[in-house]
């Protein structure tokens, strides 16, 4: 989380040209929306049972798991050319990079666009805290079911948006990290999510790895959105900002815990 915030802050003093991210999470790790309320949606003593990370992103959205999963940011100028002014028209942009991603892992995946009432007005007012319960705006599902989480900020004239792509998932696993009101909710909640999520290796004959998702999300973003994309490597003082970066937020019980 803090080198998609230093990357931000780059670009937008110029020092850095859009940016794309693939990475993981070690160890595994709990990242929950900027909005989010931890005494309220979070079982902490679940997170430590699992012993996995836990941080509050910069970002919007709920609850993410990020276990077995490919994570992505994209770091561009909210002034770019091809970058619409509105949110969920920039998320449809940034999006077709991962669209012809699943499509080069052999998946038949379009974007989510919540047509009724209904299905807007649950955007709104999420009934549960878990990322993956539903789609929002041009996300991407396939079979009628959500592969990818993503949230957007913007800051300093950036666009941030930063994405899980799961690989594989262990539902019991991620239920449990959440308060629920009472066991029968959240019964109903996990029923409900099987019809609403899955994990691209339950979809394919043959597992994905990290490393084979990493290479069909980086050619997928490059034709999605007719760009090239060329390695960039952080300089030492870089480096130092982002531990800089992290100390001060992203490890900081202040910024993770705060109501």
Not at 121 to 144: H, I, M, T
């Amino acid at each position: 989380m803090a080198l998609d915030e230093a990357l931000l802050t780059w670009h937008s003093q110029g020092k850095i040209p859009p940016t794309i991210r693939f990475y993981g999470w070690d160890p595994a790790t709990l990242s929950i929306g900027y909005f989010q309320k931890v005494e309220k949606e979070i079982n902490l003593e679940a997170v430590k049972q699992y012993n996995l990370g836990f941080v509050r992103r910069p970002t919007g959205g709920r609850g993410v798991l990020h276990d077995k999963e490919l994570t992505y940011s994209v770091i561009v100028s909210e002034e770019h050319p091809d970058m619409p002014a509105s949110v969920t028209e920039a998320y449809r942009v940034i999006s077709q990079g991962l669209l012809e991603g699943f499509r080069k892992v052999g998946l038949d995946a379009y974007f989510a666009i919540p047509k009724t009432k209904e299905e807007q007005e649950a955007l709104k007012n999420p009934r549960s805290a878990v990322c993956f319960d539903a789609p929002s705006w041009y996300e991407l599902v396939v079979e009628g079911r959500k592969v990818a989480g993503s949230a957007q900020t913007r800051q300093k004239g950036v666009i941030l948006q930063h994405g899980s792509i799961i690989l594989d998932i262990d539902e019991d696993k991620l239920f449990d990290l959440f308060l629920y009101s009472s066991d029968r909710v959240r019964e109903r909640l996990q029923r409900n999510f099987k019809n609403k999520a899955v994990a691209i290796n339950a979809l394919r004959e043959t597992p994905l790895s990290y490393e084979e998702a990493k290479i069909a999300f980086r050619d997928g973003f490059e034709k999605g959105l007719n760009i090239h994309l060329e390695e960039y490597r952080l300089t030492q003082e870089q480096t130092d900002e982002v531990e800089r970066i992290q100390k001060d937020r992203y490890e900081n019980e202040e910024w993770n815990f705060r109501r």
